[in-house]
């Protein structure tokens, strides 16, 4: 479970403030939590801080501290509404994304912000850079908390950077020359029908898209269509220049699923025919040795904290992945994206 090895920051009294100086009205000030580098906390330095407009003043300084830490946590501001972070994601990055070729399940709240994922508040959801199975993707995403469960239900992250210096060499060589690939069957009655995954009924505009994309269609009997992608593992930041592990091919692998729901798949289907596995690029297995090892990089690098009220977090999502923790009561967490960059871009 992604919540294993994680290091809670239960309390505020955890943080390690310092006042730092951004605007020349002191307006906000920068902490780091408990866990270090990452997330970067910025709280307002006195009451009544519109963290919109200080953003677009010091969109910035944002950006340069979004890039050292990989992720900022937004503490403390009146924000509630998806109105609040349709407006911030504006003032720091411009127009925001629509989430297209889905993979999980989300109800747009208003315009181009969703729920978050859609799965049971029992399941925990592993770690993942959104949208790493496309051949373009959002470079940042945020999410905001307008209700923070009972208990549990922290969005874990882990720095990228970190987890691929923690894959043994061999593992990240053969990722490299092998690529990985990802494999999708729909109709099957499980997981997100292709209507919904591709927005459309028309099987030509799905041929269309998948070609431009890159992803290979093979429809079966019935309806039912399976699809075949092989990308990159990782991937060259197209601003900081940093090589970062960049996949799905740990979150989507059959062995990652919760025990329970890995042994019914398994039980119902051949491999080739499960609604989602992994693959190196070339078609070959993936190995469970191999596959604990990359699990491993990212259970040692995970750094969890309690939602409260209003948080906002700002990721870069090629720096920084993220998951979920299984919750009990209500939660509202709702997400954006913006700056979408692809493969062209960010070659290793």
Same mark, same amino acid.
């Not at 593992?171 to 490299?176: D, M």
């Not at 030509?204 to 429809?219: L, M, P, S, T």
């Not at 948080?311 to 992945?321: P, R």
């Given at each position: 479970?992604?919540?294993?090895?994680?290091?809670?920051?239960?309390?505020?009294?955890?943080?390690?403030?310092?006042?730092?100086?951004?605007?020349?009205?002191?307006?906000?000030?920068?902490?780091?939590?408990?866990?270090?580098?990452?997330?970067?906390?910025?709280?307002?330095?006195?009451?009544?801080?519109?963290?919109?407009?200080?953003?677009?003043?010091?969109?910035?300084?944002?950006?340069?501290?979004?890039?050292?830490?990989?992720?900022?946590?937004?503490?403390?501001?009146?924000?509630?509404?998806?109105?609040?972070?349709?407006?911030?994601?504006?003032?720091?990055?411009?127009?925001?994304?629509?989430?297209?070729?889905?993979?999980?399940?989300?109800?747009?709240?208003?315009?181009?912000?969703?729920?978050?994922?859609?799965?049971?508040?029992?399941?925990?959801?592993?770690?993942?850079?959104?949208?790493?199975?496309?051949?373009?993707?959002?470079?940042?995403?945020?999410?905001?908390?307008?209700?923070?469960?009972?208990?549990?239900?922290?969005?874990?992250?882990?720095d990228c950077r970190k987890v691929l210096a923690r894959?043994?060499?061999?593992?990240?060589?053969?990722?490299?020359?092998?690529?990985?690939?990802?494999?999708?069957?729909?109709?099957?009655?499980?997981?997100?029908?292709?209507?919904?995954?591709?927005?459309?009924?028309?099987?030509?505009?799905?041929?269309?898209?998948?070609?431009?994309?890159?992803?290979?269609?093979?429809?079966?009997?019935?309806?039912?269509?399976? *699809?075949?992608?092989?990308? &990159?593992? %990782?991937?060259?930041?197209?601003?900081? /220049?940093? !090589?970062?592990? @960049?996949?799905?091919? *740990?979150?989507?692998?059959? &062995?990652? %699923?919760?025990?329970?729901?890995?042994? /019914?798949? !398994?039980?119902? @289907?051949?491999?080739?025919?499960?609604?989602?596995?992994?693959?190196y690029g070339d078609g070959s297995p993936i190995g469970?040795?191999?596959?604990?090892?990359?699990?491993?990089?990212?259970?040692?690098?995970?750094?969890?904290?309690?939602?409260?009220?209003?948080?906002?977090?700002?990721?870069?999502?090629?720096?920084?992945?993220?998951?979920?923790?299984?919750?009990?009561?209500?939660?509202?967490?709702?997400?954006?994206?913006?700056?979408?960059?692809?493969?062209?871009?960010?070659?290793?």
């Open positions: 479970m992604v919540t294993n090895d994680v290091r809670s920051l239960e309390s505020l009294g955890t943080i390690r403030r310092r006042a730092v100086t951004v605007s020349s009205e002191d307006l906000v000030r920068f902490g780091t939590l408990a866990s270090g580098r990452l997330p970067l906390l910025v709280e307002p330095a006195r009451e009544g801080v519109d963290l919109k407009a200080w953003a677009a003043a010091n969109r910035q300084v944002v950006e340069e501290k979004l890039r050292q830490h990989g992720g900022i946590l937004f503490r403390g501001f009146d924000l509630q509404d998806p109105e609040d972070l349709e407006a911030f994601i504006h003032a720091v990055s411009g127009e925001l994304l629509e989430y297209r070729e889905r993979s999980s399940p989300r109800t747009s709240v208003k315009g181009s912000i969703y729920t978050s994922t859609d799965y049971p508040a029992s399941q925990s959801i592993f770690l993942h850079n959104e949208n790493s199975y496309q051949k373009e993707w959002p470079l940042k995403i945020f999410f905001l908390c307008k209700q923070p469960p009972a208990e549990g239900g922290e969005t874990p992250i882990a894959i043994p060499p061999e593992v990240r060589e053969r990722f490299a020359a092998r690529q990985w690939m990802y494999v999708r069957n729909f109709g099957d009655g499980f997981g997100l029908p292709w209507q919904t995954v591709f927005q459309t009924t028309d099987k030509e505009a799905i041929a269309a898209h998948c070609k431009d994309k890159g992803i290979e269609v093979e429809w079966k009997e019935g309806d039912r269509l399976r *699809t075949r992608a092989v990308r &990159s593992a %990782l991937a060259r930041h197209p601003k900081t /220049g940093e !090589l970062v592990w @960049f996949n799905h091919a *740990t979150f989507f692998h059959v &062995s990652t %699923l919760e025990p329970t729901v890995r042994d /019914g798949f !398994l039980a119902e @289907f051949a491999a080739g025919d499960l609604p989602a596995n992994t693959y469970p040795e191999v596959m604990e090892q990359l699990r491993a990089a990212y259970r040692s690098e995970t750094v969890s904290f309690p939602w409260q009220q209003g948080d906002l977090l700002m990721l870069d999502n090629m720096l920084v992945a993220h998951g979920r923790a299984p919750y009990s009561g209500p939660r509202q967490i709702l997400v954006g994206m913006a700056e979408s960059v692809g493969q062209e871009q960010v070659r290793p």
